[in-house]
RNA sequence: GGUGACGUGACCGAGUGGCUAGGUAGAGGUCUGCAAAACCUCCUACAGCGGUUCGAAUCCGCUCGUCACCUCCA
């Protein structure tokens, strides 16, 4: 499985070639959606990216198992408030049960993320189904002595961890001391925390808290940063190959992963990989809830936010997405919207064009073709090198753009194909079509209406018959009985219906 | 304050020191009943100032500007 794909770890701040760890198996890991409301289009960009990875990485022979949770419990909405998490807020909001509301979000974010044409995560773990092994977690960070109890919450105790030569804060470039001189001490429940970096691992439940399960140091949930420790753990092994995430989940999240497995039974940083997606902007500005600078799925969709004016399709965003390279930010507006849109749909003709490069009938082939296949197995290895190159999908597209160039060109005169090998033709063809549809997963979305296409035929049916042109009638009938499409001659005018047969 | 990014033409956005990225928009042309699509040609760049180099958008320094993380966040 010899191939030049190279990845950009943060963790080691390089771009290294991909090594599986047990190759051909792969194992991935994103972390997934919160589930207490609608996601926005910035959330959306982790999945998109990381679907092309796994898609990219199946396309190269690999045996990936794509890992992606649904965080439903355990994220406290601030440290200021009575510790009640966003789950449980929105549920006591709604007057609902707390699972209603995360199964609500999670199927609505089930549906997102299929038409934006990401395939399902292979396993997508919940927190709140794999309290047990969080559990377990906190204990043997415990008994490695890295976490203690305090008034029925436990808390990793990060000065010990550093202490031991870990490395607290190693993923994302921070240092211990400085980050103890800019941390603030005024947040509520920081008389319990030995030290203000010491964070969570099971949070004690007060009695307006809904979500609580009981454990050994009493009724309470787990940590914001454990069941992605825990469940990672659990489905990909003490360590894997790639994780993935925002770069906003870098510190503290992430790097509270690392030390929590490190510091229990698995000694590990979880993933050899660490990749982050960089964030979407509005006007050069993060695209963040709590800015409200955001546009929600649904609303990309519907059309009508303040910042997207008109709808978008899923496959609008997505093609959007991929040309940028997943580390940059992207700046997101209606004109840049548009632009995508004339991209995606430009890259949709060219499927359509690969049927049609056949050699007409009669046309002898050039003897030599060297030339001509040279300079289009060239456009077509381009390709690869932007997907090879820590998956710049950037290059990639404008790559697939230059070969499609050439296969318009030939479509129009298609005598000029015989300067062509067959081999060089199939080649170029079945590469564009792998990589637009299976790779970025770009496919085609019918624009048309089928029943104004319909009412149009009819309108051609009625002129026939009118000019008792039955050849034609007969032969109109004839093509949308093929369709399952039955019509029906009656005394108020021409109809259909669908047929019974 | 600490850490880290980034400033590319009308817009978005790639760029490994030397070879036109690409998409959108604009101009001209081919094709065409009209139009669209497509193809060909053209146009507007590398924040500023220095430096290194035969040669810098790409390396170094300074200045200006923008942003991110340090608090939940993809």
Redesign the pocket.
């Known amino acids: 499985m010899q191939h030049p794909l190279s990845l950009y770890n943060t963790l080691t701040r390089r771009k290294d070639a991909f090594q599986p760890l047990h190759a051909p198996f792969v194992g991935v890991y994103l972390?997934g959606?919160?589930v207490y409301s609608e996601?926005?289009i910035?959330?959306a960009?982790?999945p998109v990216v990381f679907d092309v990875l796994t898609r990219y990485l199946r396309y190269l022979g690999y045996t990936v198992r794509y890992v992606r949770n649904i965080t439903d419990v355990g994220?406290?909405?601030?440290?200021a408030d009575e510790g009640e998490d966003?789950i449980s807020r929105m549920a006591r909001a709604r007057q609902l049960e707390p699972m209603q509301v995360a199964e609500q979000f999670a199927n609505l974010y089930h549906r997102h993320m299929e038409v934006l044409g990401c395939l399902p995560p292979d396993i997508e773990p919940r927190a709140s189904g794999h309290i047990t092994e969080q559990i377990q977690l906190i204990q043997e960070i415990i008994d490695n002595g890295f976490g203690y109890e305090a008034g029925g919450s436990v808390y990793f105790d990060v000065p010990a961890y550093n202490a031991a030569g870990r490395g607290y804060g190693k993923l994302?470039?921070?240092?211990v001391e400085?980050?103890l001189a800019?941390?603030?001490d005024n947040l509520a429940g920081q008389e319990e925390k030995r030290s203000p970096l010491d964070f969570a691992l099971w949070k004690k439940a007060d009695a307006r808290h809904l979500m609580r399960w009981p454990s050994p140091w009493g009724e309470g949930f787990p940590g914001?940063h454990l069941e992605c420790s825990a469940m990672s753990r659990k489905y990909l092994g003490a360590e894997f190959d790639i994780h993935g995430?925002?770069?906003?989940?870098?510190?503290?999240?992430h790097e509270c992963e690392i030390a929590q497995s490190q510091a229990s039974h698995s000694h590990s940083d979880e993933a050899r990989v660490w990749m982050h997606?960089?964030?979407?902007?509005v006007n050069?500005?993060?695209?963040?809830?709590?800015?409200g600078n955001f546009v929600t799925i649904s609303d990309l969709f519907r059309g009508g936010s303040s910042i997207l004016t008109q709808p978008y399709s899923p496959m609008t965003a997505r093609f959007f997405l991929l040309?940028?390279?997943y580390r940059?930010?992207?700046?997101v507006?209606d004109?840049?919207m548009?632009?995508?849109r004339?991209?995606y749909r430009?890259l949709m003709?060219g499927l359509r064009v690969l049927d049609k490069l056949v050699l007409p009938e009669g046309t002898e082939r050039t003897a030599d073709t060297a030339a001509a296949d040279a300079e289009l197995r060239k456009l077509t290895q381009d390709c690869f090198a932007?997907l090879n190159?820590?998956l710049?999908t950037?290059?990639c597209?404008?790559s697939l753009?230059?070969l499609?160039?050439k296969f318009?060109?030939y479509?129009?005169n298609l005598a000029t194909l015989a300067q062509l090998s067959e081999a060089a033709l199939t080649e170029a063809t079945t590469t564009y079509r792998a990589l637009v549809e299976e790779v970025l997963g770009l496919q085609d979305e019918p624009r048309a209406n089928v029943e104004d296409l319909l009412t149009l035929t009819l309108g051609f049916y009625q002129e026939a018959k009118t000019a008792k042109d039955y050849g034609k009638v007969d032969a109109i009938r004839a093509a949308l009985k093929e369709q399952g499409i039955v019509v029906k001659d009656t005394k108020a005018g021409v109809d259909w219906a669908y047929s019974e047969e």
């Open positions: 972390c959606p919160t996601a926005h910035g959330n960009r982790g994220h406290l909405e601030s440290d966003k994302s470039n921070r240092v400085e980050l800019g941390s603030r914001w995430g925002g770069l906003d989940l870098m510190f503290p999240h997606n960089n964030m979407i902007t050069g500005q993060k695209m963040s809830k709590s800015l040309q940028a390279h940059s930010t992207v700046d507006s004109e840049a548009q632009a995508a004339k991209g430009k003709n932007g190159d820590d710049n950037a290059r597209v404008a753009f230059n499609l160039r318009n060109g479509a129009a």
